[in-house]
T-cell receptor, first 114, second 115 residues
Framework: KNQVEQSPQSLIILEGKNCTLQCNYTVSPFSNLRWYKQDTGRGPVSLTIMTFSENTKSNGRYTATLDADTKQSSLHITASQLSDSASYICVVSAGPGGYNKLIFGAGTRLAVHP | EAGVAQSPRYKIIEKRQSVAFWCNPISGHATLYWYQQILGQGPKLLIQFQNNGVVDDSQLPKDRFSAERLKGVDSTLKIQPAKLEDSAVYLC?????????????FGQGTRLTVV
């Protein structure tokens, strides 16, 4: 069964601190993995995309890693800001096969406090 | 480019009533998704269209939910009759093509409250 599990469920950090969010998946066949940021009351927005051959990718203060052997990914946020408070959702794309299927994790709710 | 448009933003109905949501995807996007997101959970796929054909509706409660995508553009999702457990945010998303893991762009969602 295709599954995406994220940890922790929620996290509180102080402004300026770093944090790392985890994602484990059992999805086959694997196409790619994306991290989405979802602000309260908004739809998710893609932060990074990683394919099977990529180990790390950065987008500003966000750095994602992927270990395709252990089927694990992490999202590292550096020097957190208040605006980073949101849910971070790991989404694995299952394909090919004619159409792309997105498997969502439950998300990690991050709160950055001043 | 304009984003995915959804309406209404909020809806409150009584149980057993009917409700419909509308989605206008990004121009040129062949794939359209409807997701249900219950508070505190990740989105759950309800139905996926490729142009105007259904490619996945395995998690759509077909006894009460229905969706259509006429002419391969706009889509509507209907619930009839609604239950209390249908209270959730309904997200519409679209992407360019299927098969290569393209980025899905999401609308702001419709928050449904069933009382």
């Amino acid at each position: 069964k295709n599954q995406v599990e994220q940890s922790p469920q929620s996290l509180i950090i102080l402004e300026g601190k770093n944090c790392t969010l985890q994602c484990n998946y059992t999805v086959s066949p694997f196409s790619n993995l994306r991290w989405y940021k979802q602000d309260t009351g908004r739809g998710p927005v893609s932060l990074t995309i990683m394919t099977f051959s990529e180990n790390t990718k950065s987008n500003g203060r966000y750095t994602a890693t992927l270990d395709a052997d252990t089927k694990q990914s992490s999202l590292h946020i550096t020097a957190s800001q208040l605006s980073d408070s949101a849910s971070y959702i790991c989404v694995v794309s299952a394909g090919p096969g004619g159409y792309n299927k997105l498997i969502f994790g439950a998300g990690t709710r991050l709160a950055v406090h001043p | 480019e304009a984003g995915v448009a959804q309406s209404p933003r909020y809806k409150i109905i009584e149980k057993r009533q009917s409700v419909a949501f509308w989605c206008n995807p990004i121009s040129g996007h062949a794939t359209l998704y409807w997701y249900q997101q219950i508070l505190g959970q990740g989105p759950k796929l309800l139905i996926q269209f490729q142009n105007n054909g259904v490619v996945d509706d395995s998690q759509l409660p077909k006894d009460r939910f229905s969706a259509e995508r006429l002419k391969g553009v706009d889509s509507t999702l209907k619930i009839q009759p609604a239950k209390l457990e249908d209270s959730a945010v309904y997200l519409c998303a679209s992407s360019r093509t299927a098969g290569q893991g393209p980025e899905a762009f999401f609308g702001q969602g419709t928050r449904l409250t069933v009382v």
